[in-house]
């Protein structure tokens, strides 16, 4: 890239650029408030949804066991949303310069954001579906084999 064509997208850009990197700046007290909090939230109640639905159960009946796989597998879960969240958050910004390119026009800038959350929402469902089948299927034979043990051991 030479200097003519970085100078104006540097100029363009830095202000934007520097405003969001402000925003996920971890020092920031509006992170460690708000955010952070209602991320771990997430991160813990993440598999009653998917839980209900595998077991066909309401889902105050699936939030014991829900609760139970959110707290063995947190950094896992927590990871799965911060790492898919980049990736969509960086590719959207990327898309966004391309689209101020060629149009400034806000609606464009609205669908585009719609499809590519059409196109990458389905991918973390499937993603984190696969996972709680795979860690409920672990746990489940881990209680099992506990279970045994326990009654072994009492004989």
Not at 58 to 70: H, M, N, P, Q, T
Request: aromatic fraction near 22%; hydrophobic fraction near 50%; charged fraction near 15%.
């Amino acid at each position: 890239m030479s200097t003519k064509c970085f100078l104006p997208f540097y100029c363009q850009w830095f202000h934007g650029f520097y405003i969001c990197l402000y925003s996920f700046y971890p020092y920031n007290d509006w992170f460690y408030v708000i955010y952070s909090p209602g991320f771990i939230l997430l991160a813990l109640v993440f598999p009653i949804p998917y839980l209900s639905i595998f077991d066909e159960k309401s889902v105050w009946k699936s939030f014991k066991e829900g609760l139970r796989i959110g707290k063995k597998k947190f950094w896992k879960i927590a990871l799965i949303l911060v790492i898919t969240g980049s990736i969509e958050f960086l590719f959207g910004i990327f898309v966004t310069i391309q689209l101020f390119d060629i149009t400034s026009s806000y609606a464009a800038q609205i669908i585009t954001q719609m499809a590519l959350n059409l196109l990458i929402f389905p991918f973390i469902i499937i993603l984190l579906s696969s996972y709680m089948i795979k860690w409920r299927e672990s746990l489940e034979v881990l209680e099992i084999e506990d279970k045994e043990d326990s009654v072994h051991y009492s004989n």
